[in-house]
């Protein structure tokens, strides 16, 4: 059974820091890019970040500066450092998993965590 636990959302002031973390569970396919997305109300769901098992990065212009995603793959866990959050990133907070069989992609979604910023 596959499992992403998704943890560290919370309520902070602008201006502070959250750390987020997911941890997969129960993949058996390779495990190829990680990442973090966020899906504020009313909006669409977006990209915020990812990296690959070699660890290349890629943020969302929006973030860039402010949050680092890293990985730690003995784990399976990936985390994203917040910091200098706006209120403008108040939105629930995806992990994704990107795993593949051959060259199918077989992605996997944690459960949200909420991360909410006061102004």
């Known amino acids: 059974q596959v499992q992403l636990v998704e943890s560290g959302g919370g309520l902070v002031q602008a201006g502070g820091s959250l750390r987020l973390s997911c941890g997969a569970s129960g993949i058996i396919f390779r495990i190829n890019a990680m990442g973090w997305y966020r899906q504020a109300p009313g909006k669409q769901r977006e990209l915020v970040a990812t990296?690959?098992?070699?660890?290349?990065?890629n943020y969302a212009d929006s973030v860039k500066g402010r949050f680092t995603i890293s990985r730690d793959n003995a784990k399976n866990t990936v985390y994203l450092q917040m910091n200098s959050l706006k209120p403008e990133d108040t939105a629930v907070y995806y992990c994704?998993?990107?795993?593949?069989?051959?060259?199918?992609?077989?992605?996997?979604w944690g459960q949200g965590t909420q991360v909410t910023v006061s102004s």
């Open positions: 990296i690959t098992s070699g660890g290349n990065t």
């Open positions: 994704n998993v990107d795993s593949r069989l051959g060259a199918a992609s077989i992605p996997y």
